[in-house]
């Protein structure tokens, strides 16, 4: 029996993966060009693209962050209240508040050492980000018996 109550809609599926798919992206991107121009790697071209790829991250984030507000009274009240995938929503949520927060950080910390620290945390945590939600779609459609639904 599925649990349509539950799932997402389509649209809203396809929007909030598009987004997090550019935050991904755009963070990855950063990083990477960051880390050649930290080596003197980089050229004025690559160079030029890191305000965009941040900018870009940062709207990414903002959009994900309202997105995420959406599914707070239908998607995850209703699974929290049927005690459905709560262990790994909650461990979901967590993960994507402490991305939230050591965004918000990392644009107005000013301490070189505790910004770097706060900066690798941010990226391994993005990094996990993907594998965290495959988890917690695949978990939730074991929990409300839909297994065989295609993303």
């Known amino acids: 029996m599925r649990r349509r109550w539950l799932q997402l809609s389509r649209r809203h599926r396809l929007t909030l993966y598009t987004t997090s798919l550019v935050l991904l992206i755009s963070g990855t991107a950063w990083a990477w060009i960051h880390r050649l121009d930290d080596a003197g790697q980089t050229g004025p071209r690559l160079h030029e693209l890191k305000p965009w790829l941040i900018k870009t991250h940062g709207y990414a984030a903002v959009g994900f962050v309202l997105l995420l507000g959406t599914l707070l009274p239908g998607h995850i009240r209703r699974a929290w209240h049927a005690h459905k995938n709560r262990i790994n ?18 644009y107005y910390l000013g301490g070189e050492l505790w910004r770097e620290a706060t900066r690798q945390f941010h990226l391994w945590l993005g990094l996990a980000m993907p594998v965290f939600l495959v988890w917690h779609i695949r978990t939730g459609r074991k929990a409300t018996g839909d297994v065989h639904r295609k993303p």
């Open 89 to 106: 929503g909650a461990f979901f949520l967590t993960a994507v508040s402490l991305l939230t927060l050591s965004g918000y950080t990392l």
